[in-house]
């Protein structure tokens, strides 16, 4: 009884010590996970190195961490040939439409963290200002 209170007892301080910001960040990368699994992985891969000539790679890709243009490609798809890592591909992405800006912002905290470099979470007001700007420029 004695080492399951002490047990409990350190995962609560050991939880307790992490920042908001921190806990945050833990909570979009493991929502990010679950929602790429379902909904991007098909195409782009677990591993996000894409499918052959199909679908373009997300790791070592440049154009994730542009999260303004992600936001946009994840919520409203893309017709548009683009280049990775010097390879051109031109199937369509297709829409995202059901997913919530929260969604989005994990989706992206995610892909960035994995693949980007990234070590803080997307903010939902960064994905909210993208979409309302969405084919603008």
């Not at 009884?1 to 007892?9: G, S, V």
């Not at 070592?60 to 798809?77: L, P, V, Y």
């Not at 051109?88 to 439409?97: C, G």
């Not at 980007?116 to 960064?126: L, R």
């Amino acid at each position: 009884m004695i080492k399951k209170a002490l047990l409990l007892f350190t995962a609560f301080a050991a939880f307790s010590c992490q920042s908001a910001e921190e806990l945050k960040t833990e909570q979009y990368f493991a929502e990010g996970y679950q929602l790429y699994t379902t909904n991007c992985a098909n195409c782009h891969q677990a591993d996000g190195k894409g499918m052959a000539s199909l679908y373009p790679p997300l790791a070592g890709s440049k154009m994730i961490q542009d999260k303004i243009a992600m936001s946009c490609i994840i919520k409203n798809g893309m017709k548009d040939t683009i280049i990775v890592n010097g390879k051109p591909f031109s199937r369509p992405m297709p829409a995202n439409a059901s997913l919530k800006e929260l969604e989005i912002a994990e989706i992206i905290t995610y892909v960035n963290m994995k693949w980007g470099k990234d070590s803080v979470y997307t903010p939902i007001a960064t994905v909210a200002k993208a979409l309302e700007n969405c084919g603008k420029n």
